[in-house]
């Protein structure tokens, strides 16, 4: 399943505005075809291409098209070029059909890795436990493990300019199957930068930092979007209830009342 995704503050956008201001007729028609229009180039990888015939098949409640498209151009919600119309910003926002195909790749990769992880370790159970059987006894004791115990992966500590490196997210994303993974990958991706987020002693104002500054330099522009979610897996700071004044406090009250 594809997703088309739009910003939260889309209503309020500059763009919005101006189309409901100066094409106040069409509008409601014109923000369905550029919905319409979002879904399509997502579900077909178009990089945010479409054609003005495409675009107007797209709504077929919808029987004059042209001045609808007309406004979209005019407001800056499509661009047009002499190649045809591309959706403004599309890939600042949704991932390429580049990065899907990776991401895509990787998750195959990944999957097929921890298959014949699995087969092996079955196949060498067999195999380990007919020879120790063979050799002595006491092979098949569980071998005395010294240290601490370290499970999953290391990840790269902390940026002291409080910015997680690069090479953290594209790991996680190779794992995890990035932005254009299922649900249950996409937690997963939420948790694993939660876990080295919380690292910090301010693990809030990191995160909102690094997301920041990555979706500025258009490095990870689609990590914007998982910021309220990984934001749920960092510690919240809970003020402690009010406590009721004592008496001798409500008495220095009412004695300051007086005078």
């Known amino acids: 399943m594809e997703w088309f995704r739009v910003e939260s503050v889309f209503p309020e956008s500059e763009k919005v505005e101006k189309l409901e201001q100066f094409h106040t007729r069409l509008f409601e028609k014109a923000i369905t075809m550029w919905v319409f229009a979002g879904c399509y180039c997502a579900r077909n990888s178009t990089d945010g291409r479409i054609s003005e015939r495409q675009l107007a098949r797209l709504v077929p409640t919808i029987k004059r098209p042209k001045p609808v498209i007309e406004a979209l151009i005019s407001c800056g919600l499509i661009d047009h070029d002499h190649d045809g119309l591309t959706m403004h910003d599309y890939l600042d926002y949704n991932p390429s059909k580049t990065d899907k195909e990776k991401w895509r790749d990787d ?18 159970g067999v195999t380990n436990g007919v020879t120790n059987e063979e050799v002595t006894e006491g092979c098949n004791a569980p071998p005395v493990l010294s240290g601490p115990v370290r499970s999953g ?38 948790k694993a930068v939660a876990d080295v987020v919380n690292q910090f002693p301010n693990p809030q104002e990191v995160l909102d930092s690094t997301v920041t500054a990555y979706f500025k330099a258009k490095k990870r522009p689609t990590l914007r979007f998982f910021a309220a979610d990984i934001g749920d897996h960092l510690p919240r700071t809970v003020k402690p209830p009010k406590q009721p004044p004592t008496p001798e406090q409500q008495w220095r009250d009412a004695e300051a009342a007086k005078s």
């Open 107 to 124: 998750n195959r990769q990944r999957q097929q890795d921890f298959r014949d992880r699995k087969r092996n370790a079955l196949r060498n």
């Open 153 to 190: 992966r290391e990840e790269e500590p902390p940026q002291p300019n409080g910015l997680l490196p690069l090479a953290v997210w594209q790991r996680w994303e190779q794992e995890f199957g990035g932005p254009a993974g299922d649900f249950t990958s996409q937690l997963k991706y939420c």
